[in-house]
């Protein structure tokens, strides 16, 4: 963004305030848009006692009284209530199955139709036991327990027994290839994997225990394996000592184990997002600090309570489906939903009829997901009775305003309130928003920023741009979900995200503007990550995984917009001398089996030679404008051969 600020948005120029549909529920801490604004600035000027506040909801083992609220600064390592504990399984399962034991917890539909349910008693104990079998197995607080399990009841309670005795977990996509599944393993060095013999998508059994199975002997760390046997209708090969059947070892442990008190800032997972370089990073999220602040997302972005069925559509492996129901969903005791399976399979109206069937009141879904409603057209909602939904919240990528529109009047009946969040990996929470039933949205926009956050928009010098002006979103003050480091690497922490602006501002890396009624606009990114679908992939990685291609002397890859994903990657090879046998399908086939189906590239081009600088790096921009514009729109008088464009030109047309 070097280059002068572009002019207002049209989308932007032209968004209208829609008020609230729903009312206030009462259990927000405003009841009016002066009064959220009010509380905003109060928040920002005193966090400490903001945060206070919000985690004295919580049952504290020892020091929250006399523990400083904040200590820090983003600078210099934050640490908020310094010295007290609790324990983060406790305050999600153990204090709703106090007080309604029968209360249905989680129920879960499988693509095949298998349900299945737990009640908040049961998820309780499958918890403690599973925590004292990963106890027996010699997992002591602080080690790493990796998870590679699709959305089962079973995930639930691996992820809690981890914070239940201390351990550190990392969720894996389940749909990740066997290289990304142990890049990941490799890097966190997890003495336990917690996966199931396969799953289904689109009708399809999808082997997960064989996958891993193909990588054990490279992880030394790897001392057991726990299987679910979700599948369950064939043998599964289990090695004697090493493998070991969930159920199996949740009978071996009736009694469970005791919660282990857990300090407010000690890590309580890992969570991998791609960034501009190869190697994926593994953010490091404080457990206690990640319950407290989206307890706070929830109840601010879903205004969630105990009355209402509630439905994340993501993955487990990606962030958004922790925050909102692993962690931040079970805290505000709801029930909640967990589908495995492909949200427009065997029909596009599978997810209304889970809606219907149900009678789910609240979703918490991507953009990509409402564009393929769309996309399907009205008819397949008209079948089904909605009339249960009261609420859509999204995250992951900007909605555009056609589809927000289309959405309310065709899925919502023109009363569903629908609320665009923000927020990254790094952030942990979608600390932009809508407040429920109070502020109004405007189509396409990200809400506002929510109390306990503060931020500027800034030039390329670091300077406030003000109103209604594109600039750098960053981040100036600490909060709960914020990543407190980077695993295994703090230096690339502090240099990825408080550099360019400084110790004391994070570096979001994405473009946005602030606009005259306070909504924050998300434009796009700064750097070299695709977004497709809400899932952030790196350039990098997928250029990685093209020159493992024989006969590929180079790649790029770069981000093209999309109706339906938003974002699609686009990837450009050239073939060594005398090399054959590179084509679209080869590369493509790379992609997906180095980093998985999410990386399928929509085009891939064969080119005979790069547009390069004088210093030899590849123009990716250039190669994004060809695709897009037909012609190069930008400067070009970088380039060491100018001609080369014409070539490449003719080369793009004749691949299309």
């Known amino acids: ?129 599973m925590a004292a079998a990963l106890t027996d197995l010699g997992v002591t607080k602080g080690d790493v327990v990796a998870i590679f399990l699709p959305n089962l009841l079973e995930t639930f309670a691996a992820v809690h027994a981890c914070y239940r005795i201390g351990a550190i977990y990392n969720i894996i996509f389940s749909g990740f290839s066997a290289q990304a599944l142990f890049d990941r393993i490799v890097d966190t060095g997890a003495k336990v994997v917690i996966t199931a013999d396969g799953t289904y998508r689109r009708g399809r059994r999808i082997p997960l225990k064989e996958t891993l199975d193909g990588i054990l002997d490279r992880l030394p760390s790897v001392r057991n394996v726990i299987v679910v046997r979700r599948l369950g209708d064939g043998e599964v090969p289990m090695q004697p000592g090493r493998d070991h059947a969930w159920d199996e070892l949740i009978a071996a442990h009736p009694d469970g184990a005791e919660p282990v008190p857990v300090e407010a800032n000690e890590p309580g997972f890992i969570i991998y997002t791609s960034g501009t370089t190869a190697k994926p990073k593994g953010l490091v999220h404080a457990g206690v600090g990640f319950l407290i ?137 979608a600390w932009t928003s809508s407040a429920v039933g109070i502020t109004p949205a405007k189509p396409g926009s990200c809400g506002m920023a929510l109390p306990g956050h503060r931020f500027d928009v800034v030039d390329d010098e670091g300077a406030t741009v003000g109103r209604d002006r594109v600039g750098y979103l960053l981040l100036t003050a600490p909060f709960p979900t914020l990543a407190r480091s980077i695993w295994g690497d703090p230096a690339r922490y502090r240099a990825q995200y408080f550099t360019r602006f400084g110790a004391e501002r994070y570096d979001t890396a994405d473009a946005a503007l602030l606009d005259h009624d306070d909504h924050v606009w998300v434009v796009g990114r700064v750097d070299g990550v695709i977004n497709v679908a809400g899932h952030r992939l790196s350039t990098m990685e997928m250029e990685s995984a093209l020159l493992l291609v024989p006969g590929v002397a180079e790649a790029a890859v770069v981000g093209v917009s999309d109706a339906l994903k938003g974002q699609v990657p686009v990837a450009f090879v050239t073939v060594a001398a005398g090399a054959t046998g590179v084509d679209e399908a080869t590369c493509a086939a790379a992609l997906e089996r180095e980093i998985g189906p999410i990386a399928r590239p929509g085009a891939v081009y064969v080119l005979s030679t790069m547009p390069r600088t004088r210093s030899g790096k590849i123009v990716r921009r250039l190669l994004a404008e060809l695709v897009v514009d037909g012609k190069a729109t930008g400067d070009v008088t970088g380039l060491e051969d100018p001609e080369v464009l014409a070539r490449i030109q003719a080369e793009l047309a004749r691949g299309a």
């Open 1 to 129: 963004m070097s280059e002068p600020m572009p002019e207002l948005p049209p989308m932007v120029r032209t968004a209208e305030l829609v008020e609230p549909s729903l009312s206030p529920s009462g259990r927000l801490p405003v009841s009016n848009v002066d009064e959220f604004r009010a509380l905003y600035e109060r928040s920002i000027e005193d966090l400490g006692g903001y945060w206070r506040s919000v985690a004295a909801t919580f049952e504290w083992i020892d020091g929250f009284d006399e523990a400083p609220a904040l200590e820090g600064s983003l600078a210099d390592g934050f640490r908020f209530f310094a010295g007290a504990r609790m324990n983060v399984s406790v305050n999600c399962i153990d204090r709703h199955a106090r007080r309604e034991p029968e209360r249905v917890a989680i129920r879960w539909i499988g693509e095949d139709g298998a349900e299945r349910s737990w009640t908040y008693q049961e998820l309780a104990s499958e918890t403690a036991r």
């Open 293 to 429: 602040g989206t307890y706070h997302n929830v109840q601010w972005a879903l205004d969630l309570g105990p009355e209402d069925v509630y439905w994340c559509t993501a993955d487990t492996g990606w962030l958004t489906f922790p925050i909102f129901e692993l962690v931040g969903g079970l805290a505000a005791g709801a029930t909640m939903l967990a589908y495995e399976g492909a949200l427009d399979y065997p029909e596009p109206d599978r997810a209304y009829d889970i809606i219907e069937r149900y009678r789910v009141t609240k979703v918490f879904t991507a953009p990509t997901f409402l564009r393929m409603l769309a996309r399907a057209g009205a008819s397949w909602a008209e079948r089904h009775d909605l009339s249960s939904l009261r609420l859509i919240s999204l995250v992951g990528e900007p909605l555009d305003a056609t589809t927000w529109h289309w959405v309310r009047e065709h899925v919502g009946t023109g009363t569903v309130e629908i609320n665009n969040t923000y927020g990254q990996s790094e952030t942990g929470s």
